[in-house]
């Protein structure tokens, strides 16, 4: 992303458009991690997916793709929470995480792999992507903790925290008036930003094309509409 922040301050980022990505890329990360309750009653009240328009909204895109069409359909069904919650594992399970054949994979190096028909398949945790991935995290001044979290460091969940993590340190810079600490946070943004650009893409259009549940296709359908938008502000 190229900075418009000038020294003068006559010309200014986009706030909201920041905003916009800030709050996409961590309402994602939610979705892409092994669903909590906490998901579960934000589908079933609704919440998630107005949040996901409002998103569109904030970051200057049609809000269209973001309509969640099954809203209806869930309501008359009436599950509990723990009942949504068991709905929304089986379907993670079933595309991420399944011990014999996933449906897509989540990390960055795995999905790459398969998409381009590597000829020796990456390993898991010690692959070019996971540790490039560690090593921005480690220079923003965070770091996985191991005793909690089992993924590495190019699951799509995670860089997709962190996407939202650069994104409200450049909110912040810009909040505070602070041209170096904004140039600082949009080296990093830059220097990870590829981790996501290079397969998020295509990884949204596999769940939306996957037909596995209504939440996870229309987290694929919502994800390609955000990221073209992404993409085309990175190209400038």
């Known amino acids: 992303m190229t900075s418009t922040l000038s020294s003068n301050h006559e010309e200014q980022p986009d706030l909201s458009y920041l905003l916009g990505c800030a709050d996409f890329f961590r309402l994602t990360s939610m979705f892409l991690l092994n669903p909590s309750k ?3 009653q934000g589908v079933l ?3 998630v997916f107005e949040d996901m328009r409002s998103i569109f909204e904030d970051a200057g895109i049609d809000p269209l793709p973001a309509m969640f ?3 209806d359909q869930i309501r008359r069904r009436n599950p509990t ?4 919650q068991a709905e929304l594992r089986r379907d993670y399970t079933e595309l991420f995480t399944h011990p014999k054949r996933p449906l897509i994979a989540i990390t960055e190096m795995r999905f790459r792999d398969e998409r381009d028909h590597a000829d020796i398949p990456s390993t898991p945790f010690l692959n070019e992507a996971a540790l490039h991935a560690e090593s921005c995290y480690r220079a923003a001044g965070l770091s996985l903790a191991r005793d909690r979290s089992r993924e590495p460091g190019d699951h799509l969940a995670i860089e997709s925290a962190f996407m939202a993590y650069l994104h409200t340190r450049l909110i912040e810079a810009l909040d505070q008036d602070n041209l170096d600490e904004y140039r600082q946070w949009e080296k990093a943004l830059q220097e990870f930003e590829p981790h996501v650009t290079c397969w998020a893409s295509d990884f949204f259009s596999a769940c939306a094309e996957s037909g596995c549940g209504a939440v996870y296709p ?3 359908k919502v994800g390609v509409a955000f990221m073209e938008r992404y993409l ?3 190209a400038q």
């Open 45 to 47: 009240g609704g919440s």
């Open 81 to 84: 929470a723990k009942e949504m």
């Open 232 to 234: 085309s502000d990175c």
């Open 69 to 71: 069409e099954h809203e």
């Open 218 to 220: 229309w987290l694929g």
């Open 38 to 40: 906490e998901l579960a």
